[in-house]
């Protein structure tokens, strides 16, 4: 029913720009608040944006604030992730999330950015 599906990952050089969208559906994109998470291999999951449902109000990791900006479209129903001045620690599984209130919340299946040279 609900789906959320990212795109826009990949392999990219130190220093380099990534575009993460995902891509919602069977919901009231409008209704929810958007954040990325990340997760690299033996982490935990860190939140690494967040979007208010009206695009308001964002807030960042403070390993990604200056480089990444959240931003969402809500006649396309998308929330996307620009990325610039990419490090190697940047590197991990990227997730898409929505949420709304606290009984709400929705995954989706992850991609892999990679950020090496």
């Known amino acids: 029913q609900v789906q959320l599906v990212e795109s826009g990952g990949g392999l990219v050089q130190p220093g380099g720009s990534l575009r993460l969208s995902c891509a919602a559906s069977?919901?009231?994109?409008?209704?929810?608040?958007m954040s990325w998470y990340r997760q690299a291999p033996g982490k935990e999951r860190e939140l690494v944006a967040v979007?208010?449902?009206?695009?308001?109000?964002?807030n960042y990791a403070d390993s990604v604030k200056g480089r990444f900006t959240i931003s969402r479209d809500n006649t396309k129903n998308t929330v996307y992730l620009q990325m610039n001045s990419l490090k190697p620690g940047d590197t991990a599984v990227y997730y898409c999330?929505?949420?709304?209130?606290?009984?709400?919340?929705?995954w989706g299946q992850g991609i892999q950015v990679t950020v090496s040279s």
């Open positions: 999330n929505g949420a709304r209130g606290l009984l709400y919340k929705y």
């Open positions: 069977g919901l009231t994109f409008s209704s929810y608040a």
């Open positions: 979007i208010t449902s009206t695009g308001g109000s964002t």
